[in-house]
């Protein structure tokens, strides 16, 4: 970190930053044909995670960052093993289900850690500081869970069809939201990977999360769905042990102090907690043929659109990251070889924000993207004008601008302005 020319400012040292990562897993599965109308699915799964996140001193003097090697993760391991099933049925010609079940072991450890010095992130030999309750604590976790889902697809009739799912899915902590131990501002805001510049520590703690899903699909179309159709999709989710986070207690110390439990903007100290949240909200695509010529062949009207809203049930907060309502809408010309598309793009403003993190508001935008594309046999040759107006727009998911040195708060992180894309594909 900070070695390139435009980072090194002044007296500014660079931070080396070790990561080394393994993941590697095997799957095996089995279909079999019950019956005419049943055919089952079942199998297992083994997936590994090894991860090491170490820093190399900077300097071999008593400083922030020397002289000894800080270990945020040693030796860290996530294995999952899994079995499944599914179900397929066809209970006949208008009805039919997907039933499937998941079973999980997962099994987590990680080995002691320390700081680059005793005074600046505490002595591990000490089991009072960060570093010693951490090495002396039991880090070994296992968490027995399990998945469901079942679908069921009902089509009275060539015009329309409904689908509804229920869907329970349980994920375990990863090794980044249990491990990283240090209070010191910072090693936190070296954790994250949501690019709003916050920083985090780890919670031995926590649970795995729950998310139980229903939705509602429904499908109309014309005799042939290329002529026109429209699909409606609502669903709500309810997350128990939601993943989240709050405000690091100041019984840490470090950065986790009184100032930063009521900060209303900058940069914050974050903690991973379980929390209770609930998401909800509707897409919508359509198309329509608008006419079919000879001369200049088909053209097709189309819209995709999808509002979701996020609510944090415990800090009774907006959830981080949820996308505003937004509509493309497309006029596509299909032209023998040629395929080509005049598309808008609008995002309305994005003012449900999480104030817990200090989310930055967004405002709306409209972008104008045209598309071409030319087929010949195995080969197609694409050209895409993205932003063609070169409008400026900040990105409603994108986080804070962090480029800046010193890294400063309030930007959010601007759109690509006008692009020129292009692709040569050869598909066989």
């Not at 980072?7 to 089995?30: C, E, F, R, W």
């Not at 993760?73 to 996530?78: K, L, S, V």
């Not at 997962?106 to 089991?127: E, L």
């Not at 049930?313 to 040629?338: F, I």
Request: hydrophobic share 35%.
């Amino acid at each position: 970190m900070n070695f390139l020319a435009d980072k090194n400012l002044g007296a500014m040292m660079g931070m080396p930053m070790n990561t080394q990562g393994v993941n590697n897993g095997v799957k095996g599965k089995i279909a079999v044909p019950l019956d005419t109308r049943n055919r089952l699915e079942f199998g297992a799964s083994y997936n590994h995670e090894h991860l090491n996140d170490w820093w190399p001193p900077a300097t071999s003097k008593m400083s922030m960052m020397g002289p000894n090697t800080y270990i945020t993760i040693d030796n860290g391991r996530r294995d999952r093993y899994a079995a499944f099933a599914d179900l397929k049925t066809q209970w006949d010609p208008q009805w039919n289900s997907d039933l499937g079940l998941r079973l999980e072991d997962v099994r987590m450890n990680s080995g002691p850690v320390q700081g680059y010095n005793a005074m600046m992130y505490g002595n591990p030999d000490n089991p009072q500081s960060l570093p010693g309750t951490f090495n002396r604590s039991d880090r070994q976790r296992q968490y027995i869970i399990w998945n469901f889902s079942a679908i069921v697809h009902y089509q009275p009739d060539k015009h329309s069809s409904y689908t509804l799912g229920l869907a329970r899915k349980a994920q375990a902590p990863s090794l980044y939201e249990l491990y990283p131990w240090s209070s010191n501002a910072m090693a936190m805001n070296m954790i994250g990977w949501f690019n709003d510049g916050n920083g985090y520590i780890g919670n031995l703690n926590l649970k795995p999360e729950t998310a139980n899903t229903v939705s509602l699909a429904a499908n109309f179309h014309g005799s042939d769905p290329q002529i026109w159709h429209v699909q409606i999709q609502p669903y709500f989710t309810y997350i128990h042990n939601y993943i989240g986070a709050v405000r690091c207690p100041t019984s840490l110390g470090g950065a986790c102090t009184a100032a930063n439990l009521h900060a209303e903007s900058g940069f914050v100290y974050l903690q991973f907690a379980n929390q209770t949240a609930e998401i909800w909200g509707i897409n919508m695509d359509s198309s329509a043929r608008l006419a079919q010529t000879r001369r200049y062949g088909t053209f097709t009207m189309s819209a995709k659109a999808a509002y979701v809203r996020g609510d944090n049930l415990s800090n009774h907060t907006p959830l981080y990251h949820m996308m505003p309502l937004n509509l493309r809408l497309a006029l596509h010309q299909n032209w023998g070889a040629w395929r080509n598309t005049i598309e808008e793009q609008l995002v309305a403003a994005k003012n449900q924000v999480d104030a817990l993190r200090n989310e930055p508001q967004t405002a709306g935008y409209g972008l104008l993207n045209l598309r071409t594309a030319y087929r010949q046999g195995h080969w197609q040759a694409s050209l895409e004008l993205a932003n063609l107006l070169n409008q400026f727009y900040e990105q409603p998911l994108g986080g804070l601008y962090l480029g800046q040195r010193p890294m400063t708060y309030g930007t959010a992180l601007p759109g690509s302005g006008r692009s020129v894309n292009m692709s040569l594909q050869y598909q066989f």
